[in-house]
């Protein structure tokens, strides 16, 4: 288990940019991939965006592609996000996890789970 502490959620019009980060606990940190999730009222939690151990492979879903970018820093125990190009349809609570291993698209394949920032957006 790892503890997870997501930041930097916020209002932003549609267009604008966001920057959220995850702390971790752990020095273990680059044993494990990271990725975001999300979920806005009435909907599942979707997979947004994995990247590797390493930080060397990185994954998005369709609709973030060209628009997000997932980074990691292992000497600092944090993983980033960056929205770019914000459209009221990312609106949603955006939630860190952890798995060790690998990467995956799947939220039941995460064992740590962060507690969550909210992303408004507006129109």
């Known amino acids: 288990q790892v503890q997870l502490v997501e930041s930097g959620g916020g209002l932003v019009q549609a267009g604008g940019s966001l920057r959220l980060s995850c702390a971790a606990s752990?020095?273990?940190?680059?044993?494990?991939?990271m990725g975001w999730f999300r979920q806005a009222p009435g909907k599942e939690r979707e997979f947004v965006a994995a990247?590797?151990?390493?930080?060397?492979?990185?994954y998005y879903t369709d609709s973030v592609k060209g628009r997000f970018t997932i980074t990691r820093d292992n000497a600092k125990n944090t993983v980033f996000l960056q929205m770019n190009s914000l459209k009221p349809e990312d609106t949603a609570v955006y939630y860190c996890?952890?798995?060790?291993?690998?990467?995956?698209?799947?939220?039941?394949?995460?064992?740590?789970w962060g507690q969550g920032t909210q992303v408004t957006v507006s129109s």
């Open positions: 996890a952890a798995r060790a291993g690998s990467s995956s698209y799947s939220a039941l394949e995460y064992g740590s």
């Open positions: 752990r020095r273990t940190f680059s044993s494990y991939a």
């Open positions: 990247i590797s151990k390493s930080g060397g492979n990185t």
